[in-house]
């Protein structure tokens, strides 16, 4: 089993496919993580929220500033609200690693989290990628 310190998520509001759920809850069952971050908006934040607090696993959530997207979840600990691309580049900060699960099979410059994935890169931010069809990509050098 590995140690993952801090995991930080980014997903589309859109949500998770079948393949990207039943990966996350696969690697996050394999890994001994102590805390988790995310943006709590609707769809993969708030599945991935449901996830994680199944396992019992520590979740801090970064707020958006403007609410309408807002899941709502109930956290261990919170940040301030923030601007969206804000918010994102707190939670790469204060994570060691960022698993993303985007909308599209190929990157997009305009969606928040390619945005997200693009800054933990330029970070050195090990980055766990898992696409709607369940392809992973994992840059950053980590052990899944």
Not at 33 to 48: L, N, P, S
Not at 73 to 86: F, H, S, T
Request: hydrophobic share 35%.
């Amino acid at each position: 089993m590995n140690q993952w310190e801090s995991v930080g998520f980014s997903g589309s509001r859109e949500g998770l496919t079948q393949f990207q759920l039943a990966l996350l809850g696969l690697i996050i069952r394999r890994q001994k993580i102590a805390k988790v971050h995310h943006g709590d908006c609707v769809g993969a934040d708030a599945m991935f929220h449901n996830l994680v607090k199944e396992l019992g696993i520590w979740v801090i959530i970064h707020p958006p500033i403007n609410p309408r997207n807002k899941a709502h979840g109930i956290a261990n600990d919170y940040r301030k609200p923030l601007p969206y691309l804000d918010r994102n580049k707190e939670i790469v900060k204060e994570s060691t690693i960022l698993l993303a699960c985007p909308k599209d099979e190929s990157e997009d410059t305009r969606s928040g989290t390619w945005q997200t994935i693009r800054y933990a890169r330029k970070l050195g931010r090990p980055t766990l990628v898992i696409f709607p069809s369940g392809e992973i990509i994992l840059s950053g050098g980590t052990n899944v």
